[in-house]
């Protein structure tokens, strides 16, 4: 049977038998897969660390009748840092379950794949923890193709400033005046919504590089915390119900497993 390589993130990883680990990866190639390490209990196994969740690496596997073999592995970003903060943990946790119950096995999405590297990367940071959420989730909402209209109404199309009048989870995003209904969100509500959104978009589309990126990209989404506290958590409140509605079932209780 042949043997291939991967580049890939493991999301998720398992005992199998006494000696053998099962790790769910998030493969660029090949979207969401399975592998099995053998031997990894042994002190002398070099593929302990590449099962170890939130590691990202070059994995060479051979195909298997069950679950493809995991033979040897390079790492690319062990996300040290990230581990040693509870907060960021938990995060990229709510992230990994995310990417396990909704992408199908085997079919590869760069532009998540992208995403969840640069989450990762910017993890390392500390960032408050509902604003990365709220990023986090305003980026699955885009990768996904589900992300509320909010330049314009809703349920006629026509543009809505600062907005709109209210945010409807039903109708899909923001809506005018004319149409009326939906949730009020005070201004600053708005104006985070519409820095985290930013932020999210700019994860999707160009992958960080270096450290000092990372860096600069963290700040700049430390940023949305100058927003009306209060403000920024309605939003992210509303954001929550939206995803609830239109993306997962439970996003809220995969969240709430997070903390
Ligand atoms: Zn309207």
Not at 44 to 63: H, M, W
């Amino acid at each position: 049977m042949a043997n291939y390589t991967v580049t890939g993130i493991v999301l998720d990883s398992d005992l199998k038998g006494e000696r053998d680990v099962e790790a769910e990866v998030f493969t660029l190639e090949r979207g969401r897969i399975r592998m099995t390490a053998r031997g990894t209990k042994k002190l002398e196994s070099t593929l302990r660390g590449a099962v170890e969740p939130l590691t990202e690496g070059l994995f060479f596997l051979a195909e298997s009748r069950g679950t493809d073999i995991l033979t040897e592995w390079e790492a690319i970003n062990c996300y040290f840092e990230l581990k040693k903060k509870p907060e960021s943990l938990a995060a990229a946790g709510f992230l990994s379950r995310y990417v396990i119950k909704a992408l199908p096995a085997g079919s590869p999405d760069a532009t998540l794949y992208i995403f969840t590297k640069n989450v990762l990367k910017l993890l390392q940071f500390s960032i408050r923890h509902d604003i990365i959420m709220t990023v986090i989730k305003w980026g699955l909402l885009l990768a996904s193709g589900q992300a509320p209209e909010m330049d314009v109404c809703a349920e006629c199309g026509s543009g809505v400033e600062n907005g709109g009048e209210g945010w409807s989870v039903e109708a899909g995003g923001a809506v005018c005046g004319v149409c009326g209904g939906g949730r009020k969100l005070r201004p600053g509500a708005m104006g985070f919504g519409r820095s985290a959104r930013t932020a999210a978009k700019g994860l999707l589309e160009i992958e960080i590089d270096s450290r000092e990126e990372a860096a600069a990209n963290a700040a700049a989404i430390s940023v949305l915390a100058n927003d009306d506290r209060k403000a920024a958590e309605e939003f992210s409140t509303a954001l929550g119900q939206f995803c609830d509605y239109h993306l997962l079932d439970g996003i809220s209780k995969m969240e709430m497993r997070a903390r």
